[in-house]
T-cell receptor, first 116, second 113 residues
């Protein structure tokens, strides 16, 4: 069975600075996707970034980038130039690509607070 | 904002009652997944529907059941409510052909007293 671990329950960062959120996972699968989702206080989960396991290049989306270490089963999210609107819960999620049920396995989340 | 909507926003029920939660998928999506998010936790997979059939189930008892309609909207039904069923219930839609990302609705907050 797959598991996802986020070891930082809460973090804070000053506006305009950089912060890194950690995620590790455990799986015997070779084909899978990893995701970071953001859940602001309004509750709606929004996709931040996606990484396909077969891709060696780390995904980037504007101020968001990941450090994907497949052998170490590590998938951290770096937020550059932090903004007040980045304040939210951040969830790391795993999805295997074996045909069948495409379900997410989530970590317990990291609450990020961006300070003015 | 995603194109996924859920109703109602909040719901209060008594232990032993039954509840139905509703979800409308994003246009073009044929798969709906339901998740339960207890306070302070990550979402837990309940089940998934694809073309009106259950397509996988998490570790939830049979009193959690669902439906998917021809327009790909979906319902989650919970019978014999227990206090531990109090949670945020999230619906997510996707296109199975892409095997990829899911788009979440805002959730229904269920409180069981």
């Amino acid at each position: 069975a797959q598991t996802v671990t986020q070891s930082q329950p809460e973090m804070s960062v000053q506006e305009a600075e950089t912060v890194t959120l950690s995620c590790t996972y455990d799986t015997s699968e070779n084909n899978y996707y990893l995701f970071w989702y953001k859940q602001p206080p309004s509750r709606q989960m929004i996709l931040v970034i996606r990484q396909e396991a077969y891709k060696q290049q780390n995904a980037t989306e504007n101020r968001f980038s990941v450090n994907f270490q497949k052998a170490a089963k590590s998938f951290s999210l770096k937020i550059s130039d932090s903004q007040l609107g980045d304040t939210a819960m951040y969830f790391c999620a795993f999805m295997k690509l074996t045909p069948g049920t495409y379900k997410y396995i989530f970590g317990t989340g990291t609450r990020l607070k961006v300070l003015a | 904002e995603t194109g996924v909507t859920q109703s109602p926003t909040h719901l209060i029920k008594t232990r032993g009652q039954q509840v139905t939660l509703r979800c409308s998928s994003q246009s073009g999506h044929n798969t709906v997944s339901w998740y339960q998010q207890a306070l302070g936790q990550g979402p837990q997979f309940i089940f998934q529907y694809y073309r009106e059939e259950e397509n996988g189930r998490g570790n939830f008892p049979p009193r959690f059941s669902g439906l998917q309609f021809p327009n790909y909207s979906s319902e989650l039904n919970v019978n014999a409510l227990e206090l531990d069923d109090s949670a945020l219930y999230l619906c997510a839609s996707s296109r199975v052909s892409t095997g990829g990302e899911q788009y979440f609705g805002p959730g229904t907050r269920l409180t069981v007293t």
